[in-house]
């Protein structure tokens, strides 16, 4: 049993508490999933854990804390990572060795366990994640979802009886976050290891979750238990579960599975939107490219705009047949892609499909060996990367490389600087563009200060000054909570409506369901698909299995062939669906 | 190969670098390093192809190729010697002996010479750059003195920082320009350290806590026993007096005495020290004939120069002469390309497996 009892703690010089007299039961041997909004202390909570706070943080705690009959706060980390493993956010940065044996090797070696014992230690963690073929790797060349494996075998090593994760998963694609909690799942089931796991993505660990705890933002009470019960206390929910609490399905679906359960006396005939593809059709999919033909809504319910009108302005940015090499390398191979005024693109693929060197290609970042790029009808090769970015705003993955100065308002005064443009040329003016983006109460601030959704949008401000007809967004939903979410896609919907071409590269196909027009797969460097979001996410493209396309969103796993992506789109067609009666709650399945 | 023949290697290496002014042998030397180290190189891009992961160039990449390095260290070493120099009897011409430093005869041996010093330099810098590329940190850290284990597990972070470093340089180069920033001059370099340092400063805290985290600095004992410390004072008191011996005629055949008494001393602190520290290892490396090879190769490649000192010297002063070039010195030479047999010849026996 872990507890915590009336814990209040506050980091050294801020005002405010990061926790507030939590107190909380964990149980052992179950799968906990942490979530609550960003700043809600869900990272104090699991440092609490292994005594990193306060030993680690400093700052003044109280309260008492217990892990089984173990005193974190008086043992401190070194005691305690014998019992508590810990797993961090970013793979890259707890790595000390380079190879993977030796980091696994690590701990062990520090706390001078003989070499027998590591040996045998060693091979149980590899046996154990299956890490047989990387065992003589160098981390270098590993995958993020490989690192983060052997960041978890790593914290196993000492066999500890609780594991820790600090949003493992989300700087990984839906795949390698997918293996990485079926590993964690295993070891919960098959070893009894207490899994206690913090995430936004609630639809990602659901289903592998058995205890929920909320952590809200202010100082009200943490829920706290089954995960069905917790989420109908709580607002930012999974899209299944918001389509549950709409439909009063009881009790709650949690997974897509759990969903189905409701769904499958449910006729979907008559619904709106394009059927399954038949394989012809999926065959020229990926053989041109397809305008988006889709008749959903926004969830705004104002009909997104189609490429037939945008086509009319012409794209504003066009790639004609890229190539990019790194080091002889092929990286990209005869790449074309145009983005239109008013128009949402939404660039998918795996780690390393070729995604990120796009945008930098597009941009000139990234030299390319063959094609060309086209801003406004110019090309853009001999043009300095700082006179492209002019008018095209481009948000790297990591919005922090872009923030250097002493406060907010000051990001925006420099780019304008850079590009010789005075404050008084520019409309909206910085404060209002600042306004538009929710920061005009921290203008002041130091930006590095900010939290993770306001670091990224005060990003997007300083690149975003300059007006720009075209925005890059580089996996900008990177540990973002719900709400800052909500925030960007409503940036998106606004972009939209101001006609510019917005290119959307991201793992979240909750959001590109929301957001995006038109839906573009890179695989292997080449495009491997492009057309509508229903054509791509709606249906199993990439073969005939559902598994076979890991990029369809909750709802069209739920309603497979519908054309429905978003929780909007499921109840303007049912409603809009004169054969279709309100579904019965049927868990037991089969009946209805 | 093990890395204590490696270090026997490095060892040789340096020593032969250090030992000769003469520049034939060390454009030899130089280039035979620049083969090791590609083969090393090629061998470790093959076994990172082979794992199937379409994987950055090299992470542990150095900031600066020694090819680069040269055309850089030998022209300013040259310039410098000829500016500072004034000894030679080839004389360009002269400047002004009222300036400061530079004035005097220029010379065409103070340039000579100082090209030569440049080289020495850049020799050297490649044979650690192989070292560096060849030995896998756990081993680089292995070798170190228990009671610096810390202190080891701290450098060796900082040598896997370096292209880190790099990285978050060019990322942030990059986001300067997304920004509109154009760099004429290297006052516009400027802007660019302050994320690169604050990053690097995140970065490491997160690694401090992930290691911490890992028990990391549990079992560190921080304090010196009194005999130690008392033995570390001695030993370096005697280290300094040795050197003050030196000066002294009186003293002076004692120094040698002191210093080894000193060097006695402190060894024995670290010693004692390094008995406090908790840590085991996880590998024990295995020697095999090929680094017995590798060992003996180094010896034909050290020890002409050892025995033939007047065939290894050269200096230009007072006049240009040509170098010599004693077969027996540049061929043993040779020897030091033995790891890179040693490479190719256990990547043959493993194909055959």
Redesign the interface.
């Known amino acids: 049993m872990i507890t915590f009892d009336h814990v209040s703690f506050s980091y050294p010089e801020v005002a405010l508490p990061a926790l507030h007299k939590v107190t909380l039961t964990l149980v052992e041997s179950t799968f906990t999933l942490i979530s609550g909004p960003s700043g809600a202390g869900k990272t104090t909570l699991l440092r609490c854990l292994?005594g990193?706070v306060p030993?680690?943080s400093g700052g003044v705690l109280t309260g008492r804390i217990r892990v089984g009959d173990l005193d974190p706060v008086a043992l401190g980390?070194?005691?305690m990572?014998?019992h508590v493993g810990?797993v961090?956010q970013?793979p890259e940065?707890?790595f000390?060795?380079?190879?993977v044996?030796?980091e696994l090797?690590?701990?062990?070696?520090?706390?001078?366990?003989?070499?027998a014992e590591?040996?045998s230690r060693?091979g149980e963690v590899i046996e154990l994640l299956d890490l047989g073929p990387l065992r003589h790797?160098?981390l270098?060349?590993?995958?993020g979802g490989e690192k983060q494996r052997i960041a978890i075998a790593?914290?196993l090593a000492?066999r500890p009886r609780v594991l820790v994760l600090d949003e493992p998963t989300s700087q990984l694609d839906p795949r390698s976050a997918r293996e990485v909690l079926e590993a964690l799942g295993r070891l919960n089931r098959d070893l009894g290891l207490t899994v206690i796991l913090a995430e936004h993505r609630l639809e990602r660990v659901l289903p592998f979750a058995d205890r929920l705890v909320y952590l809200p933002a202010a100082e009200a009470p943490v829920v706290d238990g089954v995960p069905d019960e917790v989420l109908g206390q709580i607002d930012l929910v999974p899209p299944v579960t918001t389509l549950g609490k709409a439909l009063g399905w009881s009790p709650l679906p949690v997974t897509v599975a759990e969903g189905r359960r409701f769904c499958e006396g449910m006729s979907v005939q008559g619904a709106e939107g394009p059927k399954p593809l038949p394989e012809s059709a999926r065959a020229e999919i990926r053989r041109k490219a397809l305008g988006p033909q889709r008749g959903s809504q926004s969830p705004a319910g104002a009909p997104r705009q189609g490429r037939g009108r945008s086509d009319e302005a012409g794209p504003t940015l066009v790639a004609e047949g890229l190539s990019v090499a790194?080091?002889g390398?092929p990286v990209l191979t005869d790449v074309s892609l145009s983005l239109y005024p008013g128009q949402v693109t939404a660039l998918l693929g795996r780690n390393?499909a070729g995604k990120s060197t796009l945008l930098?290609a597009l941009?000139g970042?990234v030299p390319h060996q063959d094609g060309s790029v086209w801003l406004s009808g110019r090309e853009t090769s001999g043009m300095?990367?700082?006179?492209v970015?002019?008018e095209v705003a481009?948000l790297?993955q990591?919005p922090?490389?872009?923030?250097?100065a002493e406060t907010v308002l000051e990001e925006l005064h420099?780019?304008l600087r850079?590009?010789g443009v005075t404050v008084a040329e520019v409309e909206p003016a910085p404060e209002a563009l600042l306004e538009t983006l929710g920061l005009l109460h921290k203008v002041t601030a130091y930006p590095?200060d900010l939290s993770v959704g306001e670091r990224q949008r005060a990003a997007l401000a300083?690149?975003l000054v300059?007006q720009p007809s075209t925005v890059l967004l580089d996996e900008p939903t990177r540990g973002l909570d719900y709400d800052a979410k909500d925030r960007l896609l409503a940036l998106m919907h606004r972009w939209r409506v101001e006609q510019r071409a917005v290119l959307l590269v991201t793992h979240d196909v909750e959001l590109v369901a929301e957001a995006a027009d038109r839906v573009v797969i890179l695989d292997g460097g080449g495009i491997a698909a492009e057309g509508s979001p229903a054509e791509l996410l709606g249906a199993p493209v990439f073969g005939d299995s559902e598994a076979a396309n890991p990029f369809m969103p909750q709802m069209a796993r739920l309603f497979p062939g519908s054309g429905w992506l978003t929780v909007a789109d499921v109840l303007s067609g049912l409603r809009s669906s004169p054969v279709l009666s309100p579904p019965s709650p049927n868990p037991g399945g089969g009946e209805s | 190969m093990h890395p204590l023949a490696w270090f026997a290697w490095l060892g040789t290496a340096s020593l032969v670098t250090l030992l000769t002014r003469n520049p034939l042998y060390l454009v030899v030397l130089f280039v035979i390093f620049i083969l090791v180290m590609d083969v090393e190189r090629a061998s470790q891009r093959a076994?990172?192809d082979s794992?199937g992961?379409?994987?950055?160039?090299?992470?542990?990449g150095l900031p600066l190729s020694p090819l680069r390095f040269a055309l850089f260290a030998v022209p300013a070493g040259a310039v410098f010697n000829l500016l500072t120099s004034h000894v030679g009897e080839t004389v360009f011409f002269r400047l002004p002996a009222a300036i400061p430093l530079i004035g005097g005869a220029l010379t065409a041996e103070a340039l000579l010479y100082g090209a030569i010093s440049g080289l020495v330099l850049v020799t050297l810098f490649t044979a650690f750059a192989v070292l560096n590329l060849a030995l896998?940190?756990?081993d680089l850290i292995a070798y170190i003195p228990r009671a610096f284990y810390p202190v080891a597990?701290v450098s060796?972070?900082a040598v896997?920082f370096v292209p880190n470093t790099l990285r978050?340089f060019r990322?942030?180069r990059?986001?300067q320009?997304?920004?509109?920033?154009?760099m004429h001059g290297w006052r516009d370099w400027l802007?660019l350290f302050?994320?690169v340092l604050?990053?690097g400063l995140?970065?490491a805290l997160?690694?401090?806590?992930?290691?911490?985290?890992?028990?990391?600095?549990?079992?560190a004992r921080t304090h010196l026993a009194p005999v130690a410390r008392i033995s570390l004072v001695a030993g370096l008191a005697g280290v300094l007096g040795a050197g003050v011996a030196q000066l002294t005629p009186t003293w002076a055949s004692a120094a040698p005495a002191f210093l080894i008494a000193g060097a006695l001393l402190m060894g024995a602190a670290i010693w004692h020290a390094g008995r406090g520290v908790?840590?085991?290892?996880?590998?024990?490396p295995v020697w095999h004939s090929m680094d017995t090879f590798v060992v003996v190769a180094c010896g034909i490649a050290v020890v002409p120069f050892l025995i033939w000192a007047e065939s290894r010297a050269y200096s230009p002063y007072p006049a240009l002469a040509w170098p010599l070039f004693d077969l027996r010195l540049g061929g043993g030479l040779l020897g030091l390309m033995a790891p890179a047999f040693a490479r190719r010849f256990s990547e043959q026996s493993d194909d055959h497996i």
Not at chain 1, 400 to 404: D, E, G, T, V
Not at chain 2, 177 to 182: F, H, T
Not at chain 2, 278 to 284: D, G, K, L, V
């Open positions: 292994n990193l030993h680690f980390p070194e005691v990572c014998r810990f961090f970013d940065t707890q000390v060795m380079d190879y044996e030796d090797a690590f701990a062990l070696e520090n706390a001078a366990m003989s070499r590591m040996r060693v790797r160098s270098a060349t590993l995958s790593a914290a000492f790194y080091d390398k390393g930098k941009v970042l300095a990367v700082a006179d970015c002019r481009y790297p990591d922090n490389a872009l923030l250097f420099i780019t850079n590009h590095r300083a690149i300059t | 076994a990172a794992s992961y379409d994987s950055a160039p090299s992470d542990r896998p940190v756990r597990i060796a972070i896997t978050q990322q942030v990059e986001a320009a997304i920004r509109g920033y154009k802007p302050l994320p604050v990053g995140e970065r997160q690694l401090a806590e992930a290691m911490t985290a890992r028990g990391f600095g549990g079992g908790q840590h085991t290892r996880y590998r024990r």
